[in-house]
């Protein structure tokens, strides 16, 4: 039997090299910092999740950001919390996410 350190180990590695890049920025540090939180129900759904797509994943959890439901009624809760998570560290990144455009350099 798979201890809990040994699961959470695995569940973060498969988080982090996912095959889609934007994928891997959003759940490897939701991985690093939540999975060990998670309530064991909700740790059974995420590790069932990584065995979605991650384009339909990468869509679901964008739609979220639109406030618009997309994926499996079961996932719903889950990808909530994914898309909370990483749509907030991005909010606070205002240097790096942002679309207005800065001068680079001085007139």
């Known amino acids: ?18 095959g ?3 994928m891997d920025l959003i759940l490897g540090p939701f991985a690093d910092s939540q999975l060990a939180n998670l309530p064991p ?3 059974e759904r ?3 999740m990584l065995n979605e797509n991650d384009q339909d994943l990468y869509r ?7 406030g618009e439901p ?7 809760e889950l990808l909530d919390v994914i898309s909370a998570n990483a749509f907030g560290r991005f909010a606070e ?3 790096h ?3 207005k455009p800065r001068k680079t350099q001085a007139d």
Do not use: C, H
């Open 1 to 18: 039997m798979e201890s809990q350190e040994n699961r959470l180990k695995r569940l973060r590695m498969r988080s982090w090299r996912r």
């Open 20 to 22: 889609m890049k934007e």
């Open 41 to 43: 129900e909700m740790l």
């Open 46 to 48: 995420y590790e069932a």
């Open 60 to 66: 679901w959890i964008v739609a979220r950001l639109k």
């Open 70 to 76: 997309a994926g499996p009624e079961t996932l719903s």
């Open 93 to 95: 990144d205002t240097e």
């Open 97 to 99: 996410f942002t679309n």
